[in-house]
């Protein structure tokens, strides 16, 4: 059975930083990445990794102050954000791909405050 955890989340002000985890369980995967929900919007894409080559991508309100990364060894990636602003107040969500499947984690509050 497939499970995806995170940590991390948390109260920070503006300019802080957070750092993101996602352990994974009973598989391993092609992509990998997080997406967000700030309330009363959709889920959206933020950063995502490639198992083999590690290739990343971001949303472009996010390039340069956050960072994906993943540590194959323990099937986990991280999202480390920095320069933290108040619009990236959000449930953050982890998710991984393989094979026409989607997983997701439950989801971890991060609240910036100004």
């Known amino acids: 059975q497939v499970q995806l955890v995170e940590s991390g989340g948390g109260l920070v002000q503006a300019g802080g930083s957070l750092r993101l985890s996602c352990a994974a369980s009973g598989s391993m995967f092609t992509v990998m990445g997080w997406f967000r929900q700030a309330p009363g919007k959709e889920r959206t894409f933020v950063a995502g990794i490639t198992w083999y080559g590690g290739v990343t991508s971001y949303q472009d309100s996010v390039r340069g102050r956050f960072t994906i990364s993943r540590d194959i060894a323990k099937n986990t990636w991280y999202l480390q954000m920095n320069s933290l602003k108040p619009e990236d107040t959000a449930v953050y969500f982890c998710?991984?791909?393989?094979?026409?499947?989607?997983?997701w984690g439950q989801g971890t509050q991060v609240t910036v405050s100004s």
């Open positions: 998710h991984a791909r393989v094979l026409g499947n989607v997983y």
